[in-house]
């Protein structure tokens, strides 16, 4: 030990009393290996005493006590200051060594705690979201899908549909996403050109067909919502707007408050444009033989040109001139 090699040669006088009721004894104090050696005048080693066991046992007469056992009836009271400071550091020392179950269950317990926090805030509601939406039955969702495309009609008014327009919306959809459950609705929401909800349904704004000519721009519009939608899958983030609190109910009650709908359909209507990555929509594109660069023009992603895209004689026609009249007068009455 640093301490006792630091004060092996440090030697003072002292009063010991061996008990309670013994005569105090003038001793010679000096460190051994691990002990406290107590010798009386003639240099002949009296006791000695555990560095390890000396505890502090307050003022005496002349100087400063300490004892060894827990009575305090054997005590050996010092006024060098030195050697006062020497035992004080050696007993620092050894407390420092010693283990500390209090300030272990205290790191315990401060360990439990941060890693509940860290599990409810971020691992729980990602879990509790995914686990929400993976259970859902197609039905369901279908059905959450419709409540929300009412909530957004409060807005926006009803999607269009006419019986030809129908018609030529479904050849669209076969085209353009293919997958049997989405379904691509017309409608009028303002300057907002697609959106996608759960259920798969994808809106298209009324406004792609009656201000181009192009065919391929709403179908682009209908890529990018069905990409944005195999990407981060609306369900999720419903989930993820609801809270872990509603989310716990929407699993024991299968239901969710009108007004989180509501809240939500207007999160959705009016926040930020799909932007799904550059990959995901090539190879959409390509899977449907459509060419992109009218929709990259209007949607200002330059990323999808730097490929060289189809021409005019390398695919097939969308639609046939009357399905394409039919579409564009859908909104008509």
Same mark, same amino acid.
């Given at each position: 030990m640093t301490a006792i090699k630091e004060f092996e040669r440090l030697e003072s006088l002292g009063l010991w009393r061996e008990s309670a009721h013994a005569q105090r004894k003038e001793v010679v104090i000096s460190f051994g290996d691990s002990t406290l050696v107590l010798s009386d005048i003639n240099n002949r080693p009296l006791t000695h005493w555990s560095l390890a066991a000396i505890k502090h046992g307050g003022s005496g007469e002349n100087g400063t006590l300490f004892?060894?056992?827990?009575?305090?009836?054997?005590?050996?009271?010092?006024?060098?200051?030195? #050697?006062?400071?020497?035992?004080?550091?050696?007993?620092?020392?050894?407390?420092?060594?010693?283990?500390?179950?209090?300030?272990?269950?205290?790191?315990?317990?401060? =360990?439990?705690?941060?890693?509940?926090?860290? =599990?409810?805030?971020?691992? %729980?509601?990602?879990?509790?979201?995914?686990?929400?939406?993976?259970?859902?039955?197609?039905?369901?969702?279908?059905?959450?899908?419709?409540?929300? %495309?009412?909530?957004i009609r409060k807005t926006t008014g009803s999607a269009c549909s006419t019986p030809a327009g129908e018609r030529a919306l479904r050849r669209l959809e076969d085209r353009a996403i293919g997958a049997p459950s989405n379904r691509i609705r017309i409608i009028s929401m303002g300057s907002r050109p697609s959106l996608h909800l759960p259920g798969g349904n994808i809106l298209l704004n009324h406004r792609l067909a009656t201000q181009s000519d192009d065919i391929t721009l709403m179908a682009g519009y209908a890529i990018m919502e069905r990409a944005a939608q195999d990407e981060n899958p609306p369900l999720l983030a419903l989930f993820k707007s609801l809270g872990i609190r509603k989310t716990l109910?929407?699993?024991?009650?299968?239901?969710?408050?009108?007004?989180?709908?509501?809240? =939500?359909?207007?999160?959705? %209507?009016?926040?930020?444009?799909?932007?799904?990555?550059? &990959?995901? #929509?090539?190879?959409?594109?390509?899977?449907? &033989?459509?060419?992109?660069?009218? =929709?990259?023009?209007?949607?200002k992603r330059p990323d999808l040109l730097e490929t060289p895209d189809l021409q005019p004689e390398e695919y097939e026609p969308i639609l046939n001139d009357n399905d394409w009249i039919n579409l564009q007068e859908i909104c008509s009455t």
């Open positions: 004892t060894v056992d827990e009575l305090a009836e054997e005590t050996l009271e010092i006024d060098d200051p030195t #050697m006062i400071a020497a035992i004080a550091k050696i007993r620092a020392e050894i407390d420092a060594r010693r283990p500390h179950p209090g300030r272990l269950r205290w790191f315990l317990g401060a =360990f439990v705690l941060i890693a509940f926090v860290a =599990f409810s805030v971020f691992w %729980l509601p990602n879990a509790l979201t995914r686990y929400a939406a993976g259970i859902l039955p197609d039905s369901k969702a279908i059905e959450i899908g419709d409540d929300l %495309l009412k909530s109910s929407f699993l024991g009650t299968g239901t969710i408050e009108t007004a989180d709908l509501e809240e =939500f359909a207007d999160s959705r %209507l009016f926040g930020p444009y799909a932007h799904p990555k550059t &990959q995901t #929509m090539l190879d959409l594109f390509t899977a449907a &033989q459509i060419p992109r660069t009218s =929709f990259a023009i209007h949607a």
